[in-house]
């Protein structure tokens, strides 16, 4: 996982983002230690060729962690970008949110993951700066309200969109954007209830992790 990764041929590439895809629902369905043949599989690739890409699990882990952040982060910062009123950019960016598979994202990074490795690190401190920058928007615009961090929000995003794994959970995602759509609601201005504790930033989820 360290260093420079070489430039890979376009088919090779298309199969390492397609076994990357595939890890992710596949972990997100059936939890991280979902059978490697059935990631080969749902990729449409043979089992060399995800070895031949990832040699092992913990390494497969890391760049589908790397790729949940990355992309988004990429969501976050694309409704802010296309969105002019600020709080429909926060909830274009909550259920994108669902699409990246975000959920995937706590059973993930479990024992044996190094948290601390430099591209997870820049990674998460750009997803961390992405929603804050779309969550201060909304906040500025008088909107959102005050006592909430981005930890809070992606705790909730995760928790809603996290199926049980072996669920196979049948049309998943239409329920998933119905609640997200109540939860949102309670996101706004004014409050009409004081929260318990304290507001949440990534560093205070990792920490108590």
Do not use: K
Request: aromatic share 4%.
């Amino acid at each position: 996982m360290e260093g420079q990764q070489p430039r890979l041929r376009a088919d090779a590439l298309r199969n390492r983002e397609r076994i990357v895809a595939a890890a992710r629902e596949t972990m997100v369905e059936f939890g991280p230690e979902v059978p490697l043949d059935e990631i080969a599989r749902r990729a449409g690739v043979g089992n060399a060729t995800l070895y031949r890409h990832f040699a092992d699990r913990l390494e497969l882990i890391h760049h589908v962690t790397l790729a949940v952040m990355s992309r988004t982060a990429d969501r976050a910062e694309s409704a802010l970008a296309e969105e002019s009123d600020a709080f429909q950019a926060l909830r274009r960016f909550v259920h994108a949110a669902v699409e990246e598979r975000i959920g995937a994202l706590c059973p993930l990074l479990s024992d044996g993951v190094d948290r601390d490795h430099p591209d997870l690190r820049a990674a998460r401190e750009r997803l961390e700066a992405a929603v804050e920058a779309v969550m201060g928007a909304a906040r500025d615009s008088g909107q959102l309200r005050t006592d909430l961090a981005v930890g809070d929000l992606m705790v909730a995003i995760t928790q809603l969109t996290r199926p049980l794994p072996g669920s196979n959970c049948a049309n998943f995602d239409q329920f998933v954007h119905r609640h997200l759509q109540l939860f949102l609601d309670g996101l706004q201005a004014p409050a009409r209830s004081e929260l318990p504790g304290s507001a949440a930033t990534l560093d205070d989820l990792r920490r108590r992790s």
